[in-house]
């Protein structure tokens, strides 16, 4: 049995991680963190969260459960994801971080900590989302410079990272597969509680192909940092995603 730590449990994400982990007969919640002064702190987890009873204070010091951890799941923020990083390479334990908006240096902070322990970093832990990111360098690279290629996104209005995290790795898919391509637009709209909607449209004078993904619930993502904690528990040091789970 996998037992993890959820980081950001009172977190819409980290709140489905958490009811989820604790159906799963392979995993085992051992701790579960939140940030310092959140009202929640030392609330019973099983009450707050009503799956079955779990008998784990919420915390808001990583360190004080890690040790008996196998793996770390972050979905916080990036400063939070920064602190949690650090504490996981300090302990030399695997962690899974799905937080979106990071900058430019601590992506390069990710790639460092993932040299000496295992990271597996996805904007998008989606198990269709990652097929989609395949279905879309293939169309790219397949229709050719006949076609146009643009992106419409929609979020709920809370998200703030613009153009999501989602928006910008399949506009860098198609970039792969469409060298010709300096930039792809993205009409990132943000409306009521949209879980994540995304519309890639390849145009040409004779025909268009839309290829479209609608989250209906968080649950999806949810599953799959699961999956992904389950695939990096015992793996060497390195960074994965999860093209490297799913095998695509």
């Known amino acids: 049995m996998i037992k993890i730590i959820v980081c950001g449990v009172c ?8 009811v989820l982990a604790s159906r799963d007969k392979d995993i085992s919640i051992i701790g579960a963190t939140e940030v310092q002064g959140c009202s929640l702190t030392g609330v019973n987890l099983g009450k707050e969260l009503n799956p079955e ?5 919420i915390s808001d010091d990583l360190s004080e459960s890690i040790k008996k951890a196998d ?11 920064m602190a949690n990083l650090e504490v996981s390479r300090q302990h030399k334990k695997p962690i899974v971080i799905g937080t979106t908006g990071l900058n430019p240096k601590q992506l390069n902070e990710i790639k460092n900590a993932s ?3 295992p990271v597996l970093f996805s904007p998008n832990m989606s198990v269709s989302v990652n097929l989609l ?4 360098k293939k169309a790219a690279h397949v229709l050719g410079k006949a076609y146009s290629a643009r992106m419409e996104e929609v979020h709920h209005i809370h998200k703030k990272d613009k153009p999501s995290g989602t928006g910008k790795l399949l506009r860098d ?4 597969g469409r060298k010709d391509l300096d930039d792809i637009p993205i009409d990132s709209i943000r409306k009521g509680e949209v879980v994540g909607d995304h519309k890639i449209i390849f145009d040409s004078d004779e025909d268009t192909l839309e290829i479209t993904h609608k989250a209906k619930t968080r649950d999806i993502f949810a599953i799959g940092a699961l999956r992904a904690a389950k695939f990096l528990v015992g ?6 995603n999860m093209k490297d789970v799913l095998k695509i």
């Not at 977190?11 to 958490?18: H, P, S, Y």
């Not at 972050?74 to 400063?79: G, I, W």
């Not at 990111?133 to 879309?136: A, E, R, Y």
């Open 115 to 117: 040299k000496e322990i």
């Open 133 to 136: 990111f395949d279905l879309v």
């Open 173 to 176: 898919v198609i970039k792969k």
């Open 71 to 81: 793996c770390v799941i972050d979905f916080t923020s990036p400063e939070g994801t």
């Open 11 to 18: 977190g819409k994400m980290g709140k489905r991680i958490a």
């Open 235 to 240: 793996k060497p040091n390195g960074l994965y």
């Open 53 to 57: 009873h779990l008998g784990i204070a």
